[in-house]
């Protein structure tokens, strides 16, 4: 069975800075990951979709990277702002046995600070 | 283009009473699915459909039932609602069923949640 783990569980920094999200998953046999943000009390909405034979995708200040091998993904977030506040899940899908099942990380609660 | 709709929003329930979250998209995508949110559990999958007429259960399944009649409708029904069952559930779908390959294809969307509260 697949499990997800983010690390840390929150995050707190100054606006402007740069800042890494982490991802690690135990079974590497893997499809593709995506990136989500979710506002609070508000639905999830997609990032970034890393299919399993790129090593990172881009879009605007976010930038997500994928290492099969090791078991891991970050999220880079460049210029952090006040409106990046929210959680940032990774969601893979399961693997073996489980078809069509994504499995989500706890997430990560981040807050930019003005 | 609404993108996936939920409704209700919000439900208040007696233990025991029944209802359906309706979820509804107009992307005609093959892939919907129903997942619970909890407090330190995350995001868990109820049951998943791959197109009209076909579903499978998910990791928590138990107490909730789905059927897929169209492509653009996924209702999720409690028989017998119980206090466990207080949650945030999200509908979200995707073009392809999440296995294949596909740039775009995979990127699933949610909806806006439905809270529900059983007493």
């Known amino acids: 069975k697949q499990e997800v783990t983010q690390i840390p569980a929150a995050l707190s920094v100054p606006e402007g800075e740069n800042l890494v999200l982490n991802c690690s998953f135990t079974d590497s046999a893997i499809y593709n990951l995506q990136w989500f943000r979710q506002d609070p009390g508000k639905g999830l909405t997609s990032l970034l979709l890393i299919q399993s034979s790129q090593r990172e995708q881009t879009s605007g200040r976010l930038n997500a990277s994928l290492d099969k091998s090791s078991g891991r993904s970050t999220l880079y977030i460049a210029a952090s702002q006040p409106g990046d506040s929210a959680t940032y899940l990774c969601a893979l899908p399961n693997s073996g046995g489980s078809n069509y099942k994504l499995t989500f990380g706890k997430g990560t609660l981040l807050t930019v600070n003005p | 283009n609404a993108g996936v709709t939920q409704t209700p929003k919000f439900q208040v329930l007696k233990t025991g009473q029944s209802m359906t979250l309706q979820c509804a998209q107009d992307m005609n995508h093959e892939y919907m699915s129903w997942y619970r949110q909890d407090p330190g559990m995350g995001l868990r999958l109820i049951h998943y459909?791959?197109?009209?007429?076909?579903?499978d259960q998910g990791e928590v399944p138990n107490g909730y039932n789905v059927s897929r009649s169209t492509t653009e409708d996924f209702p999720l029904r409690l028989l017998s609602a119980a206090p466990s069952q207080t949650s945030v559930y999200f509908c979200?779908?995707?073009?392809?069923?999440?296995?294949?390959?596909?740039?775009?294809?995979?990127?699933?969307?949610f909806g806006a949640g439905s809270r529900l509260t059983v007493l």
């Open positions: 459909s791959v197109g009209a007429g076909i579903t």
């Open positions: 979200a779908s995707s073009y392809r069923p999440l296995l294949r390959e596909g740039s775009g294809a995979n990127v699933l969307t």
